[in-house]
């Protein structure tokens, strides 16, 4: 009775988006950050206590570049073409000019964290603190950096820093302020605190015209400017805290990571649509959408490893994963109707007789589909957590 009643709430409720996962080279290890060139093609992805690896096609391989193996990277940031790629490591930003397959140190710095970098690569930015929080600047491709710069601010920490495909107008979060925003970086004076809020934002991204930003809290609300930061509007949410957030250059897809999934809005932020479940902290989008990269978790064995996954966000695809989850899968077998449909709907559904057979021959499935429902109704996803607290605390205290 039980297995019949799940068949027909299959039938009934379900629309189906099949992710199939294939493993990668990339070694498992908690991925600090990611970064997509325009094109999707080459990638970076830059591990806590690790290394820092690329990929040229499209995180089918991944090889090992030539970073200290132990050099404790929070972040990383690509250009348009993917040529150029500035990372923060713990105490040192280090640059590359191929793709990320060579890096050197650039300048050393105590406490390095996020990174930004324009459309053609020619300015990079960084945030660091000695004593108290500062930004470092290059406006010559990382041959040199101007140190001590930003507002004049109170905030105790700057968690985020953005810049415009120009490389002119430059967005920060400061903690226990809001958003500040310049078209001239080296002069004090003309920040302006543009979006004034005592809530955390942890992540801001540029695309189009718009500046977008999201909160690091519950719901996780979004704002966006579309004149370069200098006016803020609410838009939608999405029910977890904001980890992560990309922008395409249309300025209308966005994709935001959270503890418990992957959301996209295809409306400038208004609504989300939730499309892939596990618990990740940070992404990257190419130029046209049709392709993602996002870090995050999932679990083996009841021992929790950190991932890295990469498909395309809208449709039916492959998921290159360094870990293929089992929940994570099961969950993208029967992901719900909510979730974004490209334009060709006979890629969107499985046919009844696999789900028939799915639905049928495992109470285990059945198990997973009422944890989705809960899903749903109830906002949280209660498989694959918790996670390994402690270094999600090392994650967010470099946020």
Known sequence: MFVTIFVVFVFVTLVGRVYAQTQTSLPKAFYGGVSSDFSGTYLTAVAINGPIYYSNDSGVSWKLSDAPIRGSYFDVAASSTGNYVIAAAFSAILLSADYGQHFTNAVNLTNTDKVAISGSGQFMLSVYSSERWHLAYSNNYGASFMLGLGPNSNGSSCTNVAIDTSGTYVVISVLNEGLWTTNNITDPLAWKLTYETKAKIYEIAFGGTSFYAGYLSSPGYVVQSTNYGYNWTVKGSVSDPITSIAVDSTGVNVLVTTYFGLYLSQDSGSSFDWIYSAELYECAMNGNTTFAVFAGAATGSNTYYYNVI??????????????????????????????????????????????????????????????????????????????????????????
Not at 366 to 375: M, Q, T
């Open 310 to 399: 990469v498909g395309n966000p809208c449709k039916n695809t492959t998921i290159y994963t360094s870990f293929p989850s089992y929940c994570s899968f099961l969950f993208s077998l029967v992901e719900m109707a909510a979730g974004p449909a490209d334009n060709d709907s006979d890629d969107d559904a499985i046919s009844p007789g696999i789900i028939a057979a799915i639905a049928i021959g495992s109470f285990a499935f059945c198990c997973v589909v009422a944890c989705v429902f809960i899903r749903l109704y109830f906002g949280r996803l209660l498989i694959c957590w918790p996670a390994n607290e402690s270094l999600k605390e090392t994650f967010l205290s470099k946020a």
